[in-house]
């Protein structure tokens, strides 16, 4: 069975879709919310899996709490709506709720766009989520979900400007949250673009993710579980922190590979900037990626490892970065990294050696210095200053690159060093 | 004409000169030539302008925001927001970075530059949240616009301007580096203020070296009294070197009084304690001593390699000393002598041998040289007398004497003290910490061991804290001391017991004995320059050694200067 609603509704036609739906849900086993006056909620009343609820063409505003609130695991799909102005968030997916959106624009809510608690599947595509007072988009799992897991799927949304983070995905139960962010442009959220809490898993590729008020994309352990992210083929630059930031956690399969991470104020990538013992849950693959002008004031090294943990960095162009290129207590899994100009090193030289510096400024920071198959020389970018971080034909990163034995680089294979531009979303 | 008529007239002719010059420039952005020419208008305060239509210009902006897409619609939201409210500066920076995303870098610069002048002639301009930070933001974008057209000494300006501003700016601060970088200004690329792994005030040592071709230069002056308890010292030998002389007015038979030469037996192995030894033991129980002590000591400090370092240190005494005499309290009237000189002069060598990020460990090794004097102090005192002679009866000499005292500066002697330092940098905090032998022959100076232990806490960049812990032990001194002590009639002559018969000037030498101390030390140091640091600090004693000399608090004022 399926319900399909579609209205043009605004203003004083709020009310009278409302009614629309109350005498439609009444009619097929569904019932709505008493709650405040303005609301428009479902709740699944029938154990049915076969059906299906279709909001189309709405414009939902300035609602006391959400926008939406769905609960029960039948399909709810919300397409080329408005939902905008609500006292808390735009859709609130609850308790096993299963909801697809698609092709709508949820701003300045409450809270955000939208909120998943113990969902089962949120699915958003085409969407703009803007603006709203806290994150663009929450997922949390509390510690007794009804389902095994819950599934996030991000497709080609605009998420921005929200006055926390853009995505914020944090799961303190045994049962996971996956999460798949794939071709999102994530920008000017006031704090991370994507973080990552406990036991999520994220797989992140062909994003832009610029400008964020901390993070591009963080990933932190508050409990036991330590989440897992697979970052690749995307833009990460311009953020206000790290681009990437694993304070704990490990990668999946593809590690955080082929991605051009640029101009983000703190590192590169950073791993266990903190002490704890979460340093220690640190296993984390680092591979073809390009790494530039990362850094300020005291910070900014390409790829910087305060942990205890595993950290493998390998064919990477790391250069330009504030104040070092590779910063490690041991370099132990560096290796077939091409550097140049990091800290206050020119092309050639490893270190400066200035070690009475509280910062070093070197190609190295904390290694003895160049690792095996490492090279030291100019990446010939064909134009850096346009953020065209492409090899030219002569660059010495061509054909340096050692294999990587991994499903995802035997699929995409990478003789040069450095990202694949092919691979990545346009500028 | 009614006023809002008025101001919509005049708004129409900014429209038509914005439009115009935005088509100038556009046309000038085909051939790249960077140079544009701002409407007089532009400078037209905000006031002339309609106000009341700023809210509805702040909707037209927020459909722009909305779009976010680089397109000519999101331009068009912009260009209607800034028609409405010319004043409105992020909607001339929104549309600025619209340029920019399209390519369109002189309408982006001419964008820019009037949002920094809608900025400046912004009443809220001194707020970071207000229009200076929109001034910042256009600054910085401007300098990014001539990053990418690879006008790297433009765009440096435009960062350095930002950094002028906001120093602590990282998007300036990133970008110039890159900028710098790309002209090849290695040693400009970062920030002047990276900090030094700071060096405590009392463990001065620290675990690094100092780079190649590094000096530092570091003047320093400390200052204490001292004080040493009452303590019988045993006597190892005493040598007279004179004997007062009396003037002619004394009669004869008191000369005949006076000790010889062969009644004081020499110590030998036969005879290790003469029974006039003891006689004179007595006589030899200091009073508290005092002494009040300046030094002034400059390190000049030299990395011939990133890991060898050399230095050497002279030092300059201002020593204020006074000697009392258990039994002749009566007599005490010294006056408080001060002398100068030069002490001891050190040379410093120190080795790097390992490191891992901010943990450096280096052995060292200072090198004692006895250019220290032994100052003479000349002065007088009264000559005993019955009246004020402790056991004596009566006045029968009345005049002042001459004598001489010897202050060592120096260990007159070369030693050596090896030891290790080590320094670890936990951002924000340093802790240092270093240990020292020294090996002496035991004779003026003897033999110590040092363990320093600092901590180093900056507040801010100008400021840091300092906690330190110095212990230290010292062990047994053989010492010289010249004093004068005076005779006594022997009984035999079967005078008055208790007679003096005269004063006698001797070297004795006598052990001290040495201790445990251990000083709480806090302290700061401020940064005056990127290179130029004051410290002040003092050392307390929490624990004192009971026996020699024992240091109140330590006071001590340095400035250290390094060049790179």
């Known amino acids: 069975m399926m319900l399909d609603f579609k209205f043009h509704v605004s203003g004083l036609r709020l009310l009278f879709l409302y009614s629309i739906i109350l005498f439609l849900c009444s009619g097929c086993s569904y019932s709505i919310f008493s709650g405040p006056r303005e609301k428009i909620g479902f709740e699944r009343a029938s154990a049915s899996g076969q059906q299906?609820?279709?909001?189309?063409?709405?414009?939902?505003?300035?609602?006391?709490?959400?926008?939406?609130?769905?609960?029960?695991?039948?399909?709810?799909?919300?397409?080329?709506?408005?939902?905008?102005?609500?006292?808390?968030?735009?859709?609130?997916?609850?308790?096993?709720?299963?909801?697809?959106?698609?092709?709508?624009?949820?701003?300045?809510?409450?809270?955000?766009?939208?909120?998943?608690?113990?969902?089962?599947?949120?699915?958003?595509?085409?969407?703009?989520?803007?603006?709203?007072?806290?994150?663009?988009?929450?997922?949390?799992?509390?510690?007794?979900p009804l389902q095994e897991s819950t599934l996030v799927s991000l497709i080609n949304n605009k998420i921005f400007l929200n006055e926390r983070g853009g995505v914020h995905a944090i799961s303190n139960a045994l049962t996971p949250i996956r999460l798949f962010v794939s071709e999102n442009v994530i920008y000017r959220n006031h704090e991370a673009g994507i973080r990552i809490e406990d036991n999520v898993y994220m797989a992140a590729a062909m994003n832009k993710i610029y400008r964020n008020g901390t993070s591009g994309i963080a990933c932190y352990i508050t409990n036991d579980v330590s989440p897992k992210l697979d970052v690749y083929q995307n833009k990460i630059y311009f953020n206000r922190g790290p681009g990437i930031f694993v304070h704990s956690g490990s990668t999946g399969s593809i590690g955080i590979s082929n991605n051009w991470i640029y101009n983000n104020q703190l590192a590169g990538i950073a791993c266990g900037l903190w002490d704890g013992p979460e340093k220690e849950k640190i296993d984390v693959e680092i591979f073809h990626n390009t790494i530039v002008g990362n850094g300020s004031d005291d910070n900014g090294t390409g790829v910087r490892n305060y942990s205890r943990g595993t950290v493998r960095v390998k064919n990477n162009i790391i250069s330009y970065n504030f104040t070092s290129g590779i910063l490690d207590d041991n370099c132990r899994g560096s290796s077939y990294n091409l550097l140049f100009a990091n800290g206050q090193t020119s092309s050639a030289k490893a270190s400066s050696r200035r070690q009475s510096l509280f910062i070093e400024r070197e190609q190295y920071a904390g290694c003895i210095g160049k690792q095996w198959g490492d090279i030291l020389a100019d990446p010939l970018f064909v134009n850096p200053d346009q953020y065209d971080f492409s090899l030219q034909d002569d660059s010495p990163a061509r054909d340096a690159a050692t294999t990587i034995h991994s499903s995802y680089f035997n699929k995409l294979p990478n003789n040069n060093l450095g990202a694949a531009p092919l691979l990545l979303p346009d500028r | 004409m009614q006023p809002g008529t008025r101001s919509l007239t005049l708004l129409l002719i900014i429209l038509l000169l914005f439009h115009g010059s935005r088509a100038i420039a556009e046309s000038r952005d085909q051939d790249e030539s960077g140079t544009i020419n701002l409407s007089p208008l532009l400078l037209v305060p905000e006031s002339v302008f309609l106000t009341d239509h700023c809210d509805e210009a702040r909707e037209w902006f927020d459909e722009g925001v909305l779009l976010s897409d680089n397109s000519n619609r999101e331009i068009y939201f912009y260009q209607r927001a800034i028609d409405l409210c010319p004043g409105f500066i992020a909607a001339h920076n929104r549309l600025a970075e619209v340029y920019k995303n399209q390519g369109k870098y002189i309408l982006s610069i001419d964008e820019f530059k009037q949002a920094r002048i809608q900025a400046f002639s912004s009443d809220r301009f001194a707020s970071i949240s207000g229009s200076k930070a929109l001034f910042l933001e256009s600054v910085i974008s401007l300098g990014e616009i001539y990053r990418i057209q690879g006008k790297y000494k433009l765009a440096?300006?435009?960062?350095?301007?930002?950094?002028?501003?906001?120093?602590?700016?990282?998007?300036?601060?990133?970008?110039?580096?890159?900028?710098?970088?790309?002209?090849?200004?290695?040693?400009?690329?970062?920030?002047?203020?990276?900090?030094?792994?700071?060096?405590?005030?009392?463990?001065?040592?620290?675990?690094?070296?100092?780079?190649?071709?590094?000096?530092?230069?570091?003047?320093?002056?400390?200052?204490?009294?001292?004080t040493a308890p009452i303590a019988p010292f045993t006597v190892e030998s005493w040598r007279v070197i004179s004997q007062f002389i009396f003037s002619p007015t004394i009669p004869d038979e008191l000369k005949l009084l006076l000790f010889t030469e062969e009644l004081i037996p020499e110590r030998n192995a036969d005879n290790p304690v003469g029974p006039l030894d003891e006689f004179i033991q007595g006589f030899l129980v200091f009073d508290e001593r005092k002494a009040t002590v300046n030094v002034g000591a400059l390190s000049m400090r030299y990395g011939i390699t990133n890991s060898l370092t050399i230095g050497v240190v002279p030092k300059f005494f201002a020593r204020s000393v006074d000697i009392?005499?258990?039994?002749?309290?009566?007599?005490?009237?010294?006056?408080?002598?001060?002398?100068?000189?030069?002490?001891?002069?050190?040379?410093?060598?120190?080795?790097?041998?390992?490191?891992?990020?901010?943990?450096?460990?280096?052995?060292?090794?200072?090198?004692t040289l006895p250019t220290g004097d032994v100052m003479e102090v000349v002065g007088e005192e009264p000559l005993i007398t019955r009246q004020n002679f402790p056991t004596g009866e009566g006045t029968f000499i009345t005049e002042n004497w001459e004598f001489k005292r010897y202050i060592p500066f120096g260990s007159e002697s070369y030693d050596i003290t090896p030891g290790l330092a080590f320094t670890l940098g936990l951002d924000p905090v340093i802790l240092l910490t270093n240990m020292q032998y020294r090996f002496t022959d035991g004779e003026q100076i003897g033999d110590e061991f040092r363990l320093n232990c600092a901590a180093i806490y900056p507040m801010n960049r100008i400021i840091n804290i300092t906690m330190e812990m110095n212990y230290r032990w010292a062990g047994n001194v053989k010492r010289v001391q010249n004093i004068t002590f005076f005779k006594i009639r022997p009984s035999s002559l079967n005078l008055n017991p208790g007679t003096p018969a005269g004063p006698v000037n001797g070297d004795i030498e006598f052990t001290e004995l040495g201790g445990h101390s251990l000083f709480l030390s806090p302290g700061f140091q401020v940064n005056v320059t990127e290179r130029t640091k004051l410290e002040f600090g003092m050392q307390i004693p929490v624990i004192r050694q009971t026996d020699g000399w024992m240091e109140n608090i330590i006071y001590h004022l340095g400035v250290t200067f390094v060049t790179f």
């Not at chain 1, 609960?71 to 968030?89: E, F, L, S």
């Not at chain 1, 806290?134 to 509390?142: E, K, P, T, Y």
């Not at chain 2, 300006?157 to 602590?168: G, N, R, T, V």
């Not at chain 2, 007599?331 to 490191?355: A, C, M, P, R």
């Open chain 2, 324 to 367: 009392e005499f258990n039994d002749f309290n009566s007599i005490n009237e010294l006056d408080k002598q001060t002398v100068y000189g030069i002490g001891d002069t050190e040379l410093f060598l120190k080795y790097h041998i390992w490191s891992k990020r901010h943990q450096h460990i280096s052995i060292y090794s200072r090198f």
């Open chain 1, 52 to 144: 299906k609820i279709i909001i189309a063409d709405n414009a939902i505003y300035q609602n006391n709490r959400s926008g939406m609130q769905i609960r029960g695991n039948t399909p709810v799909k919300v397409t080329n709506c408005d939902v905008y102005q609500n006292g808390r968030a735009g859709i609130n997916a609850e308790n096993s709720g299963n909801v697809f959106i698609e092709s709508s624009n949820i701003f300045q809510n409450g809270t955000s766009a939208v909120v998943g608690n113990n969902a089962s599947r949120i699915f958003v595509k085409n969407s703009l989520l803007h603006q709203n007072h806290r994150a663009g988009m929450r997922i949390r799992m509390s510690e007794k």
């Open chain 2, 156 to 226: 440096a300006e435009e960062f350095s301007k930002a950094l002028q501003i906001d120093p602590a700016s990282p998007a300036a601060q990133n970008q110039l580096q890159y900028v710098y970088k790309r002209m090849h200004r290695y040693d400009d690329a970062l920030s002047s203020h990276n900090r030094l792994l700071d060096n405590a005030i009392f463990t001065r040592i620290p675990g690094m070296t100092l780079p190649r071709n590094t000096f530092t230069f570091d003047l320093q002056y400390r200052t204490w009294s001292q």
